[in-house]
């Protein structure tokens, strides 16, 4: 069976990657302020890819948009149409859904600070991943040559909560392992033995 290869350099390193040894983190949720200036940054950005880089990098930046940063950015509404309906309609949408997600009463999209019906979606959400000591650096660089393009909505700050696991149950048992060898077919009705291998398109548009 032959596959073309995976093109690393257009993959998010998080898809690849758990960034375990960068310890630090931090979230930034923007809005677009300015289409121009956001897509110049957004051209230069340096998100990292799913190349394997040795020795390993110390900081990582990736982006993810949602449907609303999508059209604040000027993409055209024909490759938005392509995504799935639940990405385009979003979590608050209507009723119905809200009611299936348990997003009601205290968890009424109305109440939420951002994302819900209040018409204050983020458009950019920028995961930010650091070595120890060295993220608020990361943080300010992205914050001030972001900001001709974006406002800052909120930072979500993270921890390590000391190493506790508050789930309560054991995790990681059980892992799926994407298909980075591309030697999995990509028809379930042929594979009768069992295996954590899962196909790439299931994670990555376009395989």
């Not at 950005?45 to 999508?70: D, F, H, N």
């Amino acid at each position: 069976m032959s596959m073309a290869g995976v093109d690393y350099d257009d993959i998010q390193g998080l898809a690849r990657f758990g960034y375990k040894h960068l310890t630090q983190a931090s979230f930034l949720l923007l809005r677009v302020k300015d289409r121009a200036a956001a897509r110049a940054w957004l051209a230069v950005a340096p998100v990292a890819s799913a190349e394997e880089r040795k020795p390993l990098p110390q900081t990582a930046l990736q982006i993810a948009l949602t449907r609303e940063g999508l059209d604040a950015l000027g993409v055209p509404s024909d490759i938005v149409s392509g995504f799935s309906a639940e990405f385009i309609a979003g979590m608050a949408s209507d009723e119905a859904r809200s009611r299936r997600l348990g997003d009601i009463a205290q968890n009424d999209p109305a109440d939420w600070l951002w994302g819900g019906s209040t018409g204050r979606a983020p458009h950019l959400l920028v995961m930010l991943y650091a070595a120890p000591g060295q993220l608020a650096e990361l943080e300010f660089s992205v914050v001030t040559t972001s900001a001709a393009g974006f406002e800052l909505c909120d930072r979500l700050a993270t921890t390590n909560m000391d190493g506790v696991e508050p789930f309560g149950f054991v995790d990681g048992i059980s892992q799926p392992e994407p298909d980075w060898a591309r030697q999995r077919e990509a028809r379930d009705a042929m594979q009768f033995a069992y295996s954590n291998i899962v196909s790439l398109g299931e994670f990555l548009l376009g395989y």
